[in-house]
């Protein structure tokens, strides 16, 4: 998968710690400099490939606007901010997407899959060298790679979520529905408010629970329906 390199351009704490958070949880992003003004930004570009920047409107010394309109080539440009009034202008200036804070999760998901990303060929692998799906999640102030194939099934743990492989558990900081909307075309699926499995996983199962590596997880009564047809459609 090729990446993209990013940089966050934004003066507020809180601001980057959320774009910091998102950002990490997307496979296809590299996240290479917070900038806290547009000059930092300006220096960044001149010396990195930068392919995407997420930039704030209301910024010290050169507000964002007036930052975009200085350059000439620009990278793809993910607007965040608190006012909706400079979305017209800033897609006069071909920006990817305008996200307004505060920014939920599901919406910052939308924005990046905008991004067309084409690996160019002298870097394909032959497929046998390819490496299997898998995402980095944030655990004891590092970065974790989970492979997809392993996980066995994912808990919530009210802000957090534990994930069980075949060989381990991690907990990382992340609520259920945005693992949820990571997920859900992985071949993973919902089957309890605070549950996540994998289908392939699935050794076993009754009209009330799942069976993954002798765990009995309970179906939820509002997910019923659904867990039933998907299952009955499997097995």
Do not use: W
């Amino acid at each position: 998968m090729e990446k993209y390199n990013c940089i966050i351009v934004e003066d507020e704490p809180l601001g980057v710690e959320i774009m910091e958070g998102y950002i990490a949880q997307i496979p296809f992003l590299n996240l290479v400099k917070v900038c806290n003004d547009a000059i930092s930004a300006m220096n960044v570009l001149q010396k990195e490939r930068i392919d995407v920047i997420f930039l704030d409107i209301h910024l010290p010394k050169i507000k964002g606007i007036d930052f975009l309109k200085t350059l000439t080539n620009p990278p793809k440009v993910i607007i965040t901010s608190a006012y909706h009034q400079y979305a017209l202008e800033g897609y006069e200036y071909n920006v990817l997407d305008y996200l307004l804070k505060p920014i939920e999760f599901s919406r910052f998901l939308t924005a990046v899959n905008k991004l067309n990303f084409k690996t160019a060929a002298p870097f394909h692998k032959a497929e046998s060298e390819q490496e299997s799906p898998h995402m980095f999640f944030n655990t004891n102030k590092k970065k974790v790679k989970i492979f997809l194939d392993d996980i066995l099934y994912i808990e919530s743990q009210k802000e957090y979520v534990k994930i069980y492989t075949n060989e381990k558990s991690v907990i990382t900081k992340i609520p259920l529905s945005q693992v949820d909307e990571l997920l859900s075309k992985n071949d993973f699926m919902r089957r309890h408010r605070s549950f996540i499995i994998s289908k392939k996983k699935i050794e076993a199962f009754t009209s009330s629970d799942v069976e993954i590596k002798g765990k009995l997880i309970p179906i939820g009564r509002s997910y019923k329906e659904l867990v039933h047809t998907i299952l009955k459609s499997m097995f």
